[in-house]
Structures are given as C-alpha cells and as structure tokens.
C-alpha cells in the first residue's frame, strides 16, 4: 500500500476543517489565573505555515521526522498541525527529566530517524544532554539536532537519513513493563480510529472537548487533540499540571466552556471524588458533560456509578460515565462505547471488582481473549490475555523484527493478532480488563491481577491510594504470596495505628483472593516510580524494593503480627 496516497488523503481532511472553521473557535489553551488563547481555523492555519517556514530554514527543506518535547500548550498544537499539513511525522514524547534513564531520549530518537527534537530554551539543556548519552559505540555523539522553538538557529550538522516520513504520527508506549515501544501510526488507522469514536461517542463539529491528558500518550494526542480536530470539534486544552494540582479546575474548565466530551485514567476520577471539596463542587454545571469516559487502566467496580451519585447534583447524567479501554498500539481506542446504562448478567466472580467496557458489534469482532501459551481462543466468562486485530491496530514497532511472536501472532487464515499483555475477559456485552499478564501472583494455580490485591487494599482505609500502589510476589516468595507498596493521598494525616491496618489488609485480601502479604508499606505520595502516562512500574518497584522501604511508615509481617497481639 502506498501510504502517501492515505497521508495526502489526511492532509486534505486537516486543510478542509481548517477552512470550515476559518472564522469559528477551533482551539482554546487555558493559561493561569483565567486567561485564554483560542485560535480559530485560520489562525492555526496560518501559526501552522509560519513554523513549517521556520523548519525549512532552520533544518533544510522537508518533510521531516520530528521529534516534540514541548510542554502542553499552543506550540506543541501549531507543531501537530504544521507537521500534518506539511506531511511529515510527529512523534511526541515527554520533556525529559533529572529522573529520566540516560540517553532515553536518544535511544527513542534513533528508532524513530528523527530529524530534529522541537524543545524551548527552558529544557534544551536537558534535552541536549540526554540526546549525548545512551550510546557507548557513537562516543557521545547526539542523536540528532535540537531546535528551540522560541530561539531558533539553523541547523549545520549532517545526519544519515532516517524512517522516511510515511507514517503521520509514531506514539510510545507507556513502557510500564519495559522500555517504551514505537508504535507507528499509518493515516488509515488514525481514519478508522477516530470513525469509531466518532460513531460510538457521537464526536462532531458539534462537541465540546475538554482535555487535560498529556499530550505525549495516545489517549491525549489522538482522543483528545487530533479526532476533534479531524471532527471540526472545539477543543479546550489545559496543562496536566492544574489538574493534578487542583482537580476542581477539571471540572470547572467543563461548567465554563460546555465541555461534551473528557475524561482521563481511574485516578482522576478519584483525585474528584477525594480532592474536590463541597465549596469547590457548589456552582458547578456539569449538565454539557455526555462523555466522561475512563480508561487507561483497570476500572474499579462501582466507580462511574460514585462518580455520578458525587457529581448528580451538578447536572452529570448517569449515562455520561463509563469504562473504555484501549493502547498505542491500536492507535487508541479497542471498546467502550457510550450510551443509556444497560443492564447487566451477573459478572463472573475474577471480574467482580472491575468494571466492564460496553462493546459495539465492530469491537466485539476485533477481540479475542486467548490462552497466552497456545493462543486458542478461550470462551467468554474465562480469563486470559486480550488480543486485538482491525484496521486500528499497527503493523509493527519501529526497531523490532515484525516477526517477534512474543508482539504479534498469526492465525492459519493470516488473521494478524496484537498480543497486548493485558488480561481480561468478557462478560455477555461487556470486556472487563484485570490488569497487566506480567503483573500477577499465583495462588494455586490461579492468576491474580496485582491491581486486584491494591485495590481491595486500598478499601480499607481512605487515605490510601488504590491508583498509587504495587503488589508483586517478590524473590524467593512463597507461592500465593506477596508484597504491597501503597501511597497515602495527597494531605493525608499521619496513621494513627498503621500496625492495625496492615493486619485489616492482610485479613481481606486473604480472605478475597487469597494472597498472603508478607509485607505491607505506606509510603509518601508519588514515592513509587511511574512511567510518564502516570503508571506505576511494578517491576521497577520490584527491583528497588530496599531503597523504597527506607522512605516506609511500616510494616513487615512480624512487625505486624507483635503490634497486634
């Protein structure tokens, strides 16, 4: 297939919404203290050829393969539409960090031929330096150029050309078992992907996004950033930073602008539910809001439902709430339609603590639940790993042999399977989703989700969080047993009898999965490594068990055991 033929095809479609909304609201960036920059169609057009003029002058006449580390905001989106129209690729990733491995940043640029990494002056030092690092062979040399958007210098050196620009956009994974993974994304997937949202969720010229996920994941580039724009919707960006700051600023950027669409991961929900005070709440209208979808990770049983009865007051319906699941790897979206509440069978007991994602027709044919060793698909009501295949899914990772079985497998027919390492099972309509296929403890025989272990953790006491946790069998465990890491929330008082409530979660997760905790931890808020989407890196915990345990309140099984008696 000559993807060229799809990309000026997606050119065409960007350039068409452009001139449909020449003089309407088509972007809106929320800035601190209540000010705003909202650009319509003509002038993300016109910010959108300045800087593909900057690009040429400054790095030679393109396409190019771009790498972005901007931070959220206005030139990050002039950026994704000036490399769209341009026909170039966008590759986003996350500004780097003091606590980033060295010479990420230029592993993940070598994978993916970037010509140049867009940064500010503000982080082009630390950019700089993780583009230096990683490669002992190239002594040191950068990857690639940098150019600072708002300082920029043209470019000299000479590189060896790279991937040639026949993908739109290359994602990473969120890498919470291993280092992320490019995932390059054809203009057909992303046609297909934003269809399905569009008929599933009902996105049109007519909605409102709101959005305050990281524009560096999948779920905030595609779901919340390039389908509205491919829809002609109006977006409404914020920086993640407020919301994680104060969440009340969520939601009252959706009373505000009449937000119709947004929603995020499991922890958001409960940052509302725990952080937003009933002052706070009080004069929120939140009656706009027909898609609060949640995903990202598993979904606790019951929580759409206390997220409305929380927010019913405010004009949030029912319907709005629901679980959604889907990757990188299948451009974004895999289940979770939207619509009137339906009614349930009795969900089988390994799902009971997790929510289920509302499948359509389309999505249930695109799902298989397969035994991991043999692949044979297993029958709904039983437990396995989800894989998926459609015209959303990728073809391959870039760096990869696209014949490693451990990514991809292929039935006789030639049907072509993404394995996703995630396990989960279906339930008459709905796909529940338990967790990672690395992330589990054996209890005779059986698997159990380590989200399952924190979650029912995390239920017995309420300054404790079930989205900041990490429940592993750690080395030379006993089979069923484990240990468990758990963060207090933000503002959280200091425990009064910890020793008392390490033994209530001991009693309870025995009792409902039966895993032994030979060791339970509270630690600060955000002590566990995460990756940059916000997951936790369960191995990575693992791993540094000892260090993170010198930041503990307590408690061993002994300690327990003696505080108790």
Same mark, same amino acid.
């Given at each position: 297939?000559?993807?060229?033929?799809?990309?000026?095809?997606?050119?065409?479609?960007?350039?068409?919404?452009?001139?449909?909304?020449?003089?309407?609201?088509?972007?809106?960036?929320?800035?601190?203290?209540?000010?705003?920059?909202?650009?319509?169609?003509?002038?993300?057009?016109?910010?959108?050829?300045?800087?593909?003029?900057?690009?040429?002058?400054?790095?030679?006449?393109?396409?190019?393969?771009?790498?972005?580390?901007?931070?959220?905001?206005?030139?990050?989106?002039?950026?994704?539409?000036?490399? !769209? &129209?341009? #026909?170039?690729?966008? %590759?986003?990733?996350? $500004?780097?960090?003091?606590?980033?491995? /060295?010479?990420?940043?230029?592993?993940?640029?070598?994978?993916?031929?970037?010509?140049?990494?867009?940064?500010?002056?503000?982080?082009?030092?630390?950019?700089?330096?993780?583009?230096?690092?990683?490669?002992?062979?190239?002594?040191?040399?950068?990857?690639?150029?940098?150019?600072?958007?708002?300082?920029?210098?043209?470019?000299?050196?000479?590189?060896?050309?790279?991937?040639?620009?026949?993908?739109?956009?290359?994602?990473?994974?969120?890498?919470?078992?291993?280092?992320?993974?490019?995932?390059?994304?054809?203009?057909?997937?992303?046609?297909?992907?934003?269809?399905?949202?569009?008929?599933?969720?009902?996105?049109?010229?007519?909605?409102?996004?709101?959005?305050?996920?990281?524009?560096?994941?999948?779920?905030?580039?595609?779901?919340?950033?390039?389908?509205? !724009? &491919?829809? #002609?919707?109006?977006? %409404?960006?914020?920086? $993640?930073?407020?919301?994680?700051?104060? /969440?009340?600023?969520?939601?009252?950027?959706?009373?505000?602008?009449?937000?119709?669409?947004?929603?995020?991961?499991?922890?958001?929900?409960?940052?509302?539910?725990?952080?937003?005070?009933?002052?706070?709440?009080?004069?929120?209208?939140?009656?706009?809001?027909?898609?609060?979808?949640?995903?990202?990770?598993?979904?606790?049983?019951?929580?759409?439902?206390?997220?409305?009865?929380?927010?019913?007051?405010?004009?949030?319906?029912?319907?709005?709430?629901?679980?959604?699941?889907?990757?990188?790897?299948?451009?974004?979206?895999?289940?979770?339609?939207?619509?009137?509440?339906?009614?349930?069978?009795?969900?089988?007991?390994?799902?009971?603590?997790?929510?289920?994602?509302?499948?359509?027709?389309?999505?249930?044919?695109?799902?298989?639940?397969?035994?991991?060793?043999?692949?044979?698909?297993?029958?709904?009501?039983?437990?396995?790993?989800?894989?998926?295949?459609?015209?959303?899914?990728?073809?391959?990772?870039?760096?990869?042999?696209?014949?490693?079985?451990?990514?991809?497998?292929?039935?006789?027919?030639?049907?072509?399977?993404?394995?996703?390492?995630?396990?989960?099972?279906?339930?008459?309509?709905?796909?529940?989703?338990?967790?990672?296929?690395?992330?589990?403890?054996?209890?005779?025989?059986?698997?159990?989700?380590?989200?399952?272990?924190?979650?029912?953790?995390?239920?017995?006491?309420?300054?404790?969080?079930?989205?900041?946790?990490?429940?592993?069998?750690?080395?030379?465990?006993?089979?069923?047993?484990?240990?468990?890491?758990?963060?207090?929330?933000?503002?959280?008082?200091?425990?009064?009898?910890?020793?008392?409530?390490?033994?209530?979660?001991?009693?309870?997760?025995?009792?409902?999965?039966?895993?032994?905790?030979?060791?339970?931890?509270?630690?600060?808020?955000?002590?566990?490594?995460?990756?940059?989407?916000?997951?936790?890196?369960?191995?990575?915990?693992?791993?540094?068990?000892?260090?993170?345990?010198?930041?503990?309140?307590?408690?061993?099984?002994?300690?327990?055991?003696?505080?108790?008696?």
């Amino acid at each position: 297939m000559d993807r060229r033929v799809s990309e000026t095809g997606l050119q065409r479609e960007i350039a068409a919404v452009l001139e449909q909304r020449h003089d309407a609201p088509l972007v809106t960036v929320l800035g601190r203290r209540g000010r705003h920059r909202t650009l319509s169609g003509a002038e993300l057009a016109a910010r959108a050829v300045e800087m593909q003029a900057l690009w040429d002058r400054c790095l030679g006449e393109g396409p190019h393969v771009l790498m972005v580390a901007l931070p959220a905001g206005e030139e990050f989106l002039v950026a994704l539409v000036a490399t !769209l &129209l341009g #026909g170039g690729t966008l %590759v986003p990733v996350a $500004p780097p960090r003091a606590a980033d491995p /060295p010479g990420r940043l230029a592993r993940m640029a070598r994978t993916c031929g970037a010509r140049a990494v867009l940064c500010t002056t503000n982080n082009r030092a630390m950019v700089e330096q993780q583009l230096a690092g990683g490669s002992a062979e190239r002594s040191g040399a950068p990857a690639c150029p940098v150019l600072a958007v708002d300082d920029p210098v043209p470019v000299r050196e000479v590189f060896a050309a790279g991937e040639p620009c026949v993908f739109p956009v290359i994602q990473h994974t969120s890498g919470s078992t291993r280092f992320p993974k490019a995932v390059p994304v054809t203009a057909d997937q992303i046609r297909h992907n934003c269809g399905l949202i569009r008929s599933l969720w009902g996105m049109n010229a007519d909605s409102v996004m709101v959005n305050w996920l990281p524009h560096y994941h999948d779920m905030g580039l595609m779901g919340c950033i390039l389908y509205p !724009l &491919l829809s #002609g919707a109006h977006s %409404v960006q914020m920086s $993640p930073f407020d919301m994680i700051r104060r /969440p009340a600023a969520w939601l009252e950027a959706i009373s505000e602008w009449r937000g119709t669409i947004s929603g995020g991961p499991t922890f958001a929900f409960l940052e509302c539910l725990n952080r937003i005070s009933e002052e706070e709440a009080h004069g929120l209208d939140l009656s706009s809001w027909e898609r609060a979808f949640c995903g990202a990770e598993p979904v606790p049983s019951g929580l759409p439902a206390r997220f409305h009865q929380r927010f019913a007051g405010n004009g949030l319906a029912r319907e709005a709430v629901f679980a959604c699941y889907g990757m990188a790897e299948c451009t974004l979206f895999a289940a979770g339609e939207a619509g009137p509440v339906r009614g349930r069978d009795t969900v089988p007991e390994p799902w009971a603590g997790f929510e289920g994602c509302l499948l359509s027709g389309e999505t249930r044919g695109h799902i298989r639940i397969a035994d991991p060793q043999t692949g044979q698909a297993l029958p709904d009501g039983t437990t396995g790993e989800i894989w998926l295949t459609g015209p959303s899914v990728c073809e391959r990772y870039l760096g990869r042999d696209a014949g490693e079985t451990e990514d991809f497998a292929t039935d006789p027919d030639g049907t072509r399977w993404l394995r996703t390492g995630d396990l989960g099972g279906i339930s008459g309509a709905y796909l529940h989703i338990t967790g990672r296929a690395k992330d589990v403890i054996i209890v005779n025989g059986r698997n159990v989700a380590s989200a399952e272990v924190e979650w029912l953790a995390a239920r017995e006491h309420g300054d404790l969080s079930p989205s900041g946790a990490a429940a592993f069998a750690g080395a030379g465990s006993k089979p069923g047993h484990a240990e468990l890491l758990i963060e207090l929330r933000a503002g959280a008082a200091p425990m009064d009898e910890p020793a008392s409530l390490a033994a209530r979660i001991r009693k309870a997760v025995a009792a409902s999965c039966g895993v032994r905790l030979d060791r339970i931890a509270l630690l600060p808020r955000g002590t566990l490594p995460r990756t940059s989407s916000g997951k936790i890196r369960r191995q990575q915990v693992a791993h540094d068990l000892a260090s993170l345990h010198g930041a503990a309140i307590c408690l061993d099984t002994a300690q327990v055991a003696e505080a108790v008696s």
